[in-house]
């Protein structure tokens, strides 16, 4: 892609500034951390430079968020995207005798200024959480070495201008996810779970990769431009194929089916990673991915209902497991796991901006829980410390009654529950509302309708989804509730010494939290329904009509669905939310009365939930371990030691082979040596007469 | 200094400097007799051959001809032999990549060897003669000789100063890499005669008359001798056992890419239909591919770190050839950068591999570990270059993966496919490693050293490298990308040849399936 | 008349051989090296009747020469048996390797 004649030294040194602050930072803090490392050899009391590596941290985070705003101010003011070439990167020559080439480039659009302002802006708070949250790590300028880190692998995805350059992003959000989740690698299981992240990760790169070569052995192109327009020339069964194979990528860095199993361990990490990269940035790469690419899939019927469908299957599989964890991460792991699907769902069916508005909102509100969850575990935590007791400062059964002591935490907890949950006019109503109003809409009628996913017929699949994402709905609405009345509401269930030591979050661990609200609340307003015109309509969606308006009209309903049945939909969905609510309300008492010591592993159908179906037993026992069994027997074992053998063996037999049939010739026995020389005369008058 | 000087005095430099070490140079720590330290002097004659290279290299300016440098002199004349040396673009960046790896890899390890140093920095000091000369060589008895030479010396470097049982494994090493050469020379004999037995230059061999079958056998002995040292599975068993034993240097000297480097130069361009002919191709292919999965899976099972990071080589190789016999001009673009990346990647390995290795007495993975606590320098270290070798993008070891990977696509998408299994594996069995040597906390409680200066002066270059070849290789990129349209065509660097006749081979047609 | 000696020839030169070539006994085998000499002696004389007396001439040369070895192959033979207790050549191996 020859560099963009309109790119200026200006837009060079912003877009050089949104991603080099965070990079910046992240060197700095690495050396920070470094040297603390190395006085600690001789001095191993020596405290973590908490102030400067804050400042360094929140700073570099802060003022790239400042520089995104800067732009998108430049955006908003009708200029076009802002483009960036740094420079050429990937040099080669092809058959066809061009050279073509992948450069540093980046793009700053309207769909990469919505989620920057989500990277730096949520980023930041989370960066100020983690402050307060971190203080006695000493790990401390570590931590925010590789935060930093992730924010600018997670920029340079959102930003690059072809898939290569994405992939940069990509899988260094996989590496800083590996080294956050393992950040406290004293505990083997920690680092454990940062590898299965990585692996994992890596299956679905592997799809990234296939539809990369296709694309580029089809188009000559990796560049975004380039390769979507070359997509005219190609059969629908390539199409689908390169669609089917970035699914795989994006269903392992999103964690859908059957990628997901990383997300749940990867809670190991510290509170605020989960809320940045496990709910807020990281994981929504896929969705992203997906709307990037969006005419790929828009042109293939058939690879938007398989994204659909795996969302949809993965909303309900997540969202049946949350219902019976224990562990206040855990359930909001597979919340996020679910709530991602319902992401797919609606990028599936080539809802764009439905799906890009549920990534911001579920921004808003996961970030949110998972801070809450935090301040709630850093309670805990202390009031174990203090009252000299042990205890899961995670496990719900071990908590209740903590909004009686933490009272602006647990105000703004039960905010985004009921945001999750689908109650108007908090943020997620809207985003989910028109995520399922989306599928509905064109089940009744439409290019998607039409196609067909592994025989079944597209409207069948579309009405499938259209029904898991219900049900889910009401799980959501069930197992959000019972978290916030498990953690929250009712008798204290550990001891009265740890109950009294539990304190409201307050300084950095309140203020993000306070900010997270006030957009849990307001986000709806990004794009509200013409149904509900409160305020100005479709903010979001115009806003992104100049990329994704074209895909979406071609996976487009038909007709417009009719206002009355709109409202049906809506309407049914907040009745099924409040359904979910009252079931958990009826039910919450029954659930825990015990606290985690005394607890007892479930058993029966509940107790498969809390074992998520026993997944990671089944791949351990049915692929993982047969395949290291096969590579330590078989391979190495057999094959190895005799390929070896025959090798070093077989050259040796050969050679004493050879050895023993000369020395016949030398065994010192005389009539032995007479025979050789009769045979020898025999042999030179035979050869003699042949010869005449 | 002239192009044709420098070009000689690469090669011919370390085999002076080999003598001198062997003379000047004081054993062991407890001999004070007179002498200067072996690894001072084994430090310049590597430095001096280091500074050459990179004269070369900023010297040369791109000219008409595909030869950036060349040199030539009379040598037997009574059979055509001439000793004439050449460097294209693909050479070029070979030798600079090996001259530089040499001097830091010895920093690195510098207080590895304590006995006989002189005899094995001499050895060493030929062996990158060799090197230099297999790189390097226009004519084939040249290129035989330069071959025999990094051969040899490495028997000794591996078997006298190796662990335990390095005798075995080094002559384990020598009778079956010696067996494939001496298949090689009764190949080059027979070109030469076929040629007409006046020359060996490599362009009036290419030209040479043969018979479609002949012209196979001979490829055949060739890609021999070059697969077993490559390795290819299934003649890769010799490769474990000697880089276990060996020490870092000849290790990594094990592991530079010379072999397939040796195909791209001079097997492929000498036979250049007979390179595409089936079923050794789809062999050569189905093994390459075979090994890349069979050697990520043996390094997720190894227990020996040392081992792991051979099988690792050997499956990274497998990419190489894949890449390589697809003949496409992205995957022989993407396969040299591999060969130049890998060669500085695998060297940092064993080096950070033989540095915690000699700290803890032994390679077993199981009782290394939790160097990070105690060695934020090695630790940090350590994750860049496994990243490296993951073939994380923005490293080095990404750029030559993902051109393989698109230029075997067009040709051989379903061995591609496998192939990209292997990046899975690859992050398997390399974090695994890395993880348990950096943050698992070990039994072992003995202090852990850091990086002293000289390896950290050394891991600075080598993660430098690996950064800017990450980042900033468009130039590189730029000034290859003729040799892989060469190697893609199968031609010698001096121009299309003619093969029986049959016109010039054209680019792009041969290549399809 | 000649065809006939040579045949007699012919089979005691082979009588000989197979002699040489099976016997252990040393003294044996000389005696059927003088029985493969005779045979060769008989030929010639058989066949001078065709080319002239220079084959009989060969024959006192043959006569002499194998006398003169036998003298001192049977001297050898004595001194071996001195030494070696023994003239089975399957057992004499000092030659090996």
């Keep these: 892609m020859i560099a963009d004649s309109t790119t200026t030294v200006q837009q060079n040194a912003l877009l050089a500034a949104l991603i080099g602050l965070p990079a910046l930072g992240a060197v700095a803090n690495g050396a920070l951390a470094v040297q603390t490392a190395r006085t600690r050899t001789h001095a191993p009391d020596a405290p973590a430079p908490v102030g400067l590596a804050s400042m360094l941290g929140v700073g570099s985070i802060a003022a790239a968020f400042i520089v995104a705003v800067l732009l998108f101010v430049q955006l908003t003011s009708g200029a076009g995207a802002v483009t960036a070439h740094f420079g050429d990167w990937l040099v080669f020559p092809t058959e066809a005798g061009r050279t073509p080439l992948i450069a540093w480039d980046f793009t700053f659009d309207r769909l990469s200024s919505v989620l920057a302002l989500v990277i730096t802006g949520v980023g930041t708070l989370i960066h100020v959480f983690s402050v307060?949250?971190?203080?006695?790590?000493?790990?401390?300028?570590?931590?925010?070495?590789?935060?930093?880190?992730?924010?600018?692998?997670?920029?340079?995805?959102?930003?690059?201008?072809?898939?290569p350059v994405l992939f940069i992003g990509w899988e260094g959000v996989g590496l800083c996810s590996y080294l956050l989740i393992g950040f406290w690698f004293g505990e083997s299981a920690n680092a454990d779970a940062g590898r299965k992240a990585f692996v994992v990760n890596r299956i679905g790169d592997m799809g990234l990769i296939a539809a990369m070569c296709i694309l580029f052995t089809q188009t000559g192109h990796l560049d975004f431009a380039g390769a979507h327009a070359g997509l005219s020339g190609m059969s629908t069964g390539l199409i689908t194929a390169i669609g089917l194979a970035l699914l795989l990528g994006c269903a392992g860095k999103s964690a859908q089916v059957p990628l997901y199993l990383w997300l749940p361990d990867a809670m190991a990490g510290p509170t605020p990673v989960s809320a940045l990269i496990h709910a807020a940035t990281m994981v929504t790469a896929g969705v992203y991915l997906v709307v990037r690419a969006s005419p790929i899939f828009a042109a293939s019927p058939t690879a938007s209902l398989a994204v659909a469908l795996?969302?949809?299957?993965?909303?309900?599989?997540?969202?049946?497991?949350?219902?019976?964890?224990?562990?206040?991460?855990?359930?909001?792991?597979?919340?996020?796991?679910?709530?991602?699907?319902?992401?797919?769902?609606?990028?599936?069916?080539?809802?764009?901006?439905?799906?890009?508005?549920?990534?911001?909102?579920?921004?808003?509100?996961?970030?949110?829980?998972?801070?809450g969850a935090g301040a709630v575990i850093h309670a805990m935590h202390a009031a174990y410390h203090h009252a000299h007791e042990h205890g899961d400062a995670q496990d719900l059964r071990n908590m209740g009654g903590l909004r009686a002591a933490m009272p602006a935490t647990g105000a703004l907890m039960w905010i985004a529950t009921l945001a999750i949950v689908g109650i108007p006019p908090l943020a997620g109503f809207f985003s989910k509302d028109e995520i399922l109003v989306s599928v509905f809409a064109r089940a009744m009628g439409s290019p998607l309708a039409s196609a067909s996913l592994m025989g079944l017929s597209g409207q069948v699949v579309l009405f499938v989804v259209l029904g898991f994402g219900t049900i889910t709905a009401l799980l959501t609405a069930i197992y959000m509730t019972r978290l916030a009345l498990l953690a929250f509401e009712g008798p204290g269930r550990s001891s009265t010494s740890v109950q009294q030591g539990v304190h409201d979050a307050h300084g950095t661990l309140l203020w993000p939290l306070v900010a997270l609200g006030i957009l849990t609340v307001a986000g709806g307003w990004l794009n509200l329904p013409a149904l509900i015109p409160i305020g100005p309509v479709g903010v979001l969606e115009h806003w992104l009509e100049p990329i994704v308006g074209e895909t979406t009209r071609r996976l487009a309903p038909i007709a417009a669905l009719p206002h009355e049945q709109e409202l049906w939909i809506t309407g049914g969905a907040v009745i099924n939310a409040i359904f979910g609510i009252g079931i958990a309300l009826w039910l919450w008492r029954r659930w825990a009365p015990v606290?985690?010591?005394?607890?007892?592993?479930?058993?029966?159908?509940?107790?498969?939930?809390?074992?998520?179906?026993?997944?990671?037993?089944?791949?351990?026992?049915?692929?993982?371990?047969?395949?290291?069994?096969?590579?330590?027997?078989?391979?190495?074992?057999?094959?190895?030691?005799?390929?070896?053998?025959?090798?070093?063996?077989g050259g040796g037999g050969l050679a004493r082979a050879a050895q023993w049939v000369s020395a016949q010739v030398q065994v010192g026995d005389a009539s032995r040596y007479v025979w050789v020389v009769a045979l020898g005369v025999l042999g030179t008058l035979a050869a003699l007469a042949w010869r005449s | 200094m002239s192009a044709a000087v420098l070009l000689v005095a690469l090669v011919a430099w370390p085999l002076i400097g080999a003598a001198l070490i062997a003379v000047l140079g004081r054993s062991g720590e407890g001999d004070s007799s007179s002498g200067i330290d072996a690894r001072t002097l084994a430090l310049g004659v590597f430095g001096l051959e280091a500074v050459l290279a990179i004269v070369l290299a900023v010297s040369v300016h791109a000219t008409g001809s595909?030869?950036?440098?060349?040199?030539?002199?009379?040598?037997?004349?009574?059979?055509?032999?001439?000793?004439?040396?050449?460097?294209?673009?693909?050479?070029?960046?070979?030798?600079?990549?090996?001259?530089?790896?040499?001097?830091?890899?010895?920093?690195?390890?510098?207080?590895?060897v304590a006995k006989r140093r002189p005899a094995y920095f001499a050895c060493l000091s030929a062996v990158a003669s060799g090197l230099m000369g297999v790189f390097l060589a226009r004519d084939l008895l040249l290129f035989y000789v330069a071959w025999e030479l990094l051969l040899i010396p490495m028997y000794f470097v591996v078997g006298v100063w190796g662990g335990t049982a390095a005798p075995r494994a080094a002559l384990k090493y020598f009778i079956v890499t010696t067996l494939g050469s001496l298949l090689m020379l009764v190949a080059v004999v027979y070109v030469w005669n076929a040629a007409g037995g006046i020359s060996f230059a490599y362009?009036?061999?290419?030209?040479?008359?043969?018979?479609?079958?002949?012209?196979?056998?001979?490829?055949?002995?060739?890609?021999?001798?070059?697969?077993?040292?490559?390795?290819?599975l299934p003649l890769h068993s010799w490769l474990p056992d000697a880089q276990r034993e060996a020490p870092t240097m000849g290790a990594l000297a094990l592991g530079l890419k010379v072999s397939t480097f040796a195909i791209a130069r001079v097997a492929l361009p000498l036979f250049p239909a007979a390179a595409l002919a089936e079923p050794m191709r789809g062999t050569i292919v189905a093994l390459a591919v075979a090994g890349i999965i069979y050697g990520a899976l043996l390094a997720v099972v190894q227990p020996d770190l040392k081992r792991l990071v051979s099988y690792a080589s050997i499956s990274h190789v497998g990419l190489v050839l894949l890449a390589l016999f697809a003949f496409t001009p992205t995957g022989a673009q993407g396969a040299m950068l591999l060969m130049i990346n890998l060669g500085i990647t695998t060297s940092a390995l064993f080096i950070l591999v033989g540095i915690v290795g000699a700290q803890r007495g032994t390679f077993a993975i199981e009782s290394l570990g939790g160097v990070a606590t105690q060695a934020p320098l090695l630790a940090t270290a350590f994750i860049i270059v496994t990243m490296s070798a993951i073939g994380?993008?923005?490293?080095?070891?990404?750029?030559?993966?993902?051109?393989?990977?698109?230029?075997?696509?067009?040709?051989?998408?379903?061995?591609?496919?496998?192939?990209?299994?292997?990046?899975?594996?690859?992050?398997?069995?390399?974090?695994?490693?890395?993880?348990?040597?950096?943050?698992?906390?070990?039994?072992?409680?003995?202090?852990?050293?850091?990086?002293?200066?000289?390896?950290?002066?050394?891991?600075?270059?080598?993660?430098?490298?690996?950064?800017?070849?990450?980042?900033?290789?468009?130039?590189?990129?730029r000034m290859l990308a003729p040799a892989a349209e060469r190697i893609a065509a199968r031609q010698l660097p001096e121009g299309r040849v003619n093969f029986q006749g049959d016109g010039p081979v054209a680019l792009g047609t041969e290549g399809a399936r | 008349m000649i065809s006939e000696a040579l045949v007699v020839s012919a089979v005691l030169f082979v009588i000989g051989t197979i002699g040489v070539l099976t016997r252990k006994n040393a003294i044996v085998l000389f005696m059927c090296v003088e029985l493969m000499l005779n045979a060769v002696n008989l030929s010639f004389v058989a066949l001078s009747k065709l080319h002239g007396n220079a084959g009989q001439v060969f024959v006192i040369l043959v006569m002499t020469v194998a006398a003169a070895e036998a003298a001192i192959g049977l001297a050898l033979v004595i001194a071996v048996f001195r030494h070696f207790g023994t003239v089975d050549l399957s057992s004499l191996r000092l030659l090996k390797g």
């Design chain 1, 595 to 649: 606290d985690a010591h005394h607890a007892t592993p479930g058993t029966g159908f509940g107790g498969l939930l809390e074992r998520a179906y026993d997944v990671d037993a089944a791949v351990q026992r049915g692929l993982v371990g047969p395949v290291l069994a096969f590579a330590k027997r078989v391979l190495w074992g057999t094959v190895d030691r005799g390929v070896d053998g025959a090798l070093t063996g």
């Design chain 1, 132 to 163: 307060g949250y971190m203080n006695d790590d000493p790990g401390f300028a570590r931590y925010f070495a590789y935060l930093n880190l992730f924010v600018a692998f997670m920029l340079v995805l959102v930003l690059g201008a072809s898939y």
């Design chain 2, 66 to 112: 595909a030869w950036l440098a060349t040199a030539d002199a009379a040598w037997i004349p009574e059979i055509g032999a001439r000793f004439s040396l050449g460097a294209d673009s693909f050479a070029l960046v070979m030798v600079v990549m090996s001259a530089l790896v040499l001097p830091f890899s010895l920093l690195a390890t510098w207080n590895e």
């Design chain 2, 203 to 232: 362009d009036a061999l290419a030209a040479a008359r043969m018979s479609d079958a002949a012209a196979r056998w001979c490829l055949a002995a060739f890609l021999l001798a070059f697969l077993v040292k490559a390795p290819l």
């Design chain 2, 392 to 477: 994380l993008p923005a490293t080095n070891g990404f750029i030559g993966e993902l051109l393989s990977f698109l230029g075997s696509w067009r040709v051989y998408p379903v061995p591609t496919l496998v192939a990209i299994v292997g990046v899975v594996l690859a992050a398997v069995y390399l974090l695994s490693a890395m993880q348990r040597v950096v943050f698992t906390a070990s039994a072992d409680v003995r202090p852990f050293r850091d990086l002293d200066l000289r390896q950290s002066i050394a891991m600075g270059a080598f993660v430098l490298a690996i950064v800017w070849l990450g980042i900033g290789s468009a130039p590189m990129m």
């Design chain 1, 310 to 371: 795996i969302g949809a299957i993965t909303a309900l599989f997540a969202a049946s497991i949350a219902l019976r964890q224990w562990d206040i991460k855990k359930v909001l792991a597979y919340s996020t796991v679910s709530q991602l699907g319902y992401m797919f769902m609606g990028v599936g069916v080539g809802a764009y901006t439905a799906g890009v508005f549920h990534l911001v909102t579920h921004a808003f509100f996961k970030a949110l829980l998972f801070l």
